[in-house]
């Protein structure tokens, strides 16, 4: 339809160019009447030209237009297929999981269905042995028979009895050769089957520890952020302001705003170094720090009561050095934990810390917090290590199974000073060794980093 357009408006404009050319010599005697109508045709040529590179350009607009959206369609096409194939191999992924935990329940069934197979065979074997043995005081006792007969002629009744007896015991040696086959073949049976089995029992730990690390704080009640202070950096090193403070709290009150390591004095101790940490508008001091599992809480007595590790890095700061702190007032224990999705949480206690001459037991009121509470609260809990246990009545020594000096109470799950567990171990799964918080009623949390630290009682404002 365009094309036609286009046409009508083109074809009166031949004779009229023709005619320009003929009478271009009478340009003075043509009227202004007709120079009008000569420049309105030179307009609508032009305006035809226009229309036509346009018909041309939305042409070649539509043409590339299509060629995007099959590229687009084409592209959908391939991300449907991707997704298609992604979900097909995640049901057999599932499909397989399932199929190895049967298999290994089928497994364990077979090893307890042979290891009984094998003590009934045992059994056997013993009851042949001591058949075997009779038999062959019987062969010894004919053997002597034989020898006194050599010189005197059997009777015919004693050559039958004799060879009887000959096939009797190659009858039984027989069988007690095949049962020893048989025994064989079993154990050599037991060990590929026990073999499978733990190889069986690592995947699904792993599978396990993977999930335990899924067990994120997601669903619980999130911590608000702390407003940041304007702070300085702080340097590697220890700081020792004009006249050292008793602890981090009052080194903030004297202008300090920048978190580091610090020397501080307690009322009645001696000089020491600690990590204050400034947050929530004032100063908390640090008394344990984990973030990466580079260092082995698994440590002695002397270790947990003196202090040990990188102030700037992962470290223990000692029973001794947050005893001296403690007694200078009333304090706040504020523990933080976080898992392997990012996700942070902490719970804070009014508490109390006793001296060596009570194995610096611990007494505990929860005050706040985002997550259930994991310790008890109202009871006595005496710190421990592998050799210092304060469960001396007991059979089961709670450091020495948990690693990591802690304060245990009927060796519960909970231990933050335990071995650190990363999703990505592998190899048996033993939980009380972990880095892990949990609730009495609730499940593993498995944590990346953990942080403890106290602050005085009269701040008002810290959550």
């Known amino acids: 339809m365009k094309i036609v357009l286009i046409f009508l408006f083109i074809a009166p404009l031949a004779p009229s160019a023709g005619a320009e050319k003929d009478y271009s010599s009478f340009d003075s005697a043509v009227s202004p009447e007709m120079k ?28 590339k237009t299509k060629g995007q959206m099959n590229d687009i369609f084409q592209k959908l096409y391939i991300f449907d297929r991707s997704f298609y194939e992604l979900s ?26 042979i290891k009984n197979l094998s003590q009934e065979m045992n059994l056997k074997i ?36 004799i060879s009887s007896l000959k096939a009797f015991v190659e009858e039984q040696d027989n069988h007690i050769k095949q049962l020893l086959r048989i025994v064989e073949e079993q154990h050599m049976q037991l060990d590929r089957q026990h073999s499978q089995i733990l190889e069986l029992e690592d995947k699904l730990n792993h599978i396990e520890l993977q999930e335990l690390a899924e067990n994120s704080f997601a669903g619980e009640q999130s911590e608000p952020e702390a407003t940041p202070l304007p702070l300085r950096t702080a340097t590697a090193g220890s700081h020792a302001p004009h006249g050292v403070t008793p602890d981090c709290t009052a ?48 440590q002695t007595w002397d270790a947990y009561t003196n202090g040990f590790g990188d102030l700037n890095e992962e470290f223990w700061l000692g029973l001794n050095k947050t005893h001296s702190i403690t007694q200078q007032g009333d304090y706040i224990l504020r523990i933080e ?3 392997w999705r990012e996700n942070k949480r902490y719970v ?13 037991s ?20 005496r710190f421990s290590t592998a050799d210092h246990s304060t469960h001396a009545s007991s059979d089961f020594n ?17 231990n933050l000073n335990g071995q650190y567990v990363a999703p990505r171990s592998r190899g048996r799964l033993d939980r009380r060794k972990g880095l892990y918080w949990k609730p009495k009623k609730g499940r593993y949390y498995l944590l990346k980093s953990t942080k403890i630290m106290v602050h005085p009682t009269d701040l008002k404002s810290f959550e």
């Not at 420049?39 to 041309?56: E, S, T």
């Not at 995640?90 to 497994?107: D, M, N």
């Not at 705003?257 to 908390?284: L, Q």
Request: charged share 25%; glycine share 8%.
């Open 36 to 63: 009008a109508r000569f420049a309105m045709l030179d307009d609508v040529r032009i305006l035809a030209n226009g229309l036509l590179q346009l018909g041309h350009g939305l042409k070649d607009f539509v043409h």
């Open 362 to 381: 611990l007494q505990l009121q929860r005050v706040s917090g985002s997550i259930p509470n994991a310790l008890p609260e109202q009871t006595q809990l």
């Open 88 to 113: 097909q191999q995640t049901s057999e992924i599932k499909e397989e999981e399932e199929q190895l935990r049967q298999t290994t329940a089928r497994l364990q069934i077979n090893n307890e269905e």
């Open 251 to 298: 080194l903030y009150n004297s202008g300090v705003r920048s978190s580091g390591v610090y020397t501080i004095k307690p009322n009645g101790s001696e000089a020491f170094d600690v990590y204050c940490e400034m947050k929530f508008g004032s100063s908390w001091t640090v008394i344990q720090n984990r973030v990466d599992g580079s260092l082995d809480f698994n």
């Open 348 to 360: 804070q206690y009014a508490f109390s810390l006793g001296g060596p001459e009570t194995d610096y």
């Open 126 to 161: 013993e009851d042949l042995i001591q058949n075997k043995i009779q038999l062959q005081e019987k062969v010894w006792g004919l053997e002597d028979k034989v020898t006194k007969l050599a010189i005197i002629q059997p009777s015919m009744q004693e050559t039958k009895e």
């Open 337 to 339: 934990l976080q898992d």
């Open 398 to 414: 709670c450091p020495e199974n948990y690693l990591g000096g802690w304060w245990h109470s009927e060796c519960e799950e909970t």
